[in-house]
């Protein structure tokens, strides 16, 4: 016989009760929201991210760049950036009439991606783009490795600048794992200062 209405809101209420009695405060926390901002850190934590995200960079050297184009939504392709700085700043050159360019000027936020598939550990980073124009800032921030593939640097190459807004990190093998619910990876987040550098 098909259960009335009240007995199934009853039920259900019910069923509710149960599950916030039952549910680990952790669980019930969990959101989208919360999983997008990322398992803050610690002091400490925070300098063994740093450490260990530098390290994925320098083993993984090239990195996806992740931009977004207003028709056809996020657009990957491999780069080849230089290291970081003491800010955590990464720095990349491109041909002037990519795609990317385009896409860099209409919208900023980028997220570079590397990945270390022999320690099966991997670094994001999101920022903002930002042109470098000043000659000498170019001519300072330059990386060799890119010169063979841009002969006349000042026409052929349009350097860019990633002010890092925040950084997430996974490496189980320094301890840096995701929230056991969520997946949420460990989040170092950068101050408004050191992003308008």
Not at 89 to 112: E, G, S, Y
Not at 140 to 153: L, S, V
Request: aromatic letters at 8%; proline letters at 9%; a positive charge.
């Amino acid at each position: 016989m098909p259960r009335s209405g009240s007995a199934l809101r009853v039920g259900t209420l019910v069923l509710m009760v149960l599950a916030a009695r039952v549910l680990p405060a952790q669980a019930r926390a969990a959101s989208p929201a919360r999983e997008l901002q990322g398992t803050p850190l610690d002091s400490a934590a925070r300098a063994t991210a740093l450490r260990v995200a530098r390290d994925i960079m320098r083993v993984a050297r090239y990195c996806a760049l992740v931009t977004r184009d207003a028709s056809a939504g996020p657009v990957a392709r491999t780069i080849d950036p230089a290291p970081p700085d003491s800010l955590m700043v990464v720095r990349f050159v491109t041909n002037p009439r990519t795609r990317k360019v385009r896409q860099l000027a209409a919208d900023p936020r980028v997220a570079l991606y590397y990945f270390d598939a022999t320690a099966q550990r991997y670094a994001t980073l999101y920022g903002r783009a930002r042109v470098v124009t000043n000659a000498d800032d170019r001519a300072r921030r330059w990386h060799e490795a890119w010169t063979p593939f841009y002969p006349d640097r000042e026409r052929s190459a349009t350097l860019y600048e990633v002010i890092p807004e925040r950084l997430e990190v996974v490496s189980p093998g320094e301890g840096l794992l995701g929230d056991s619910l969520s997946w949420a990876p460990p989040t170092v987040r950068f101050p408004p200062a050191r992003r308008s550098r």
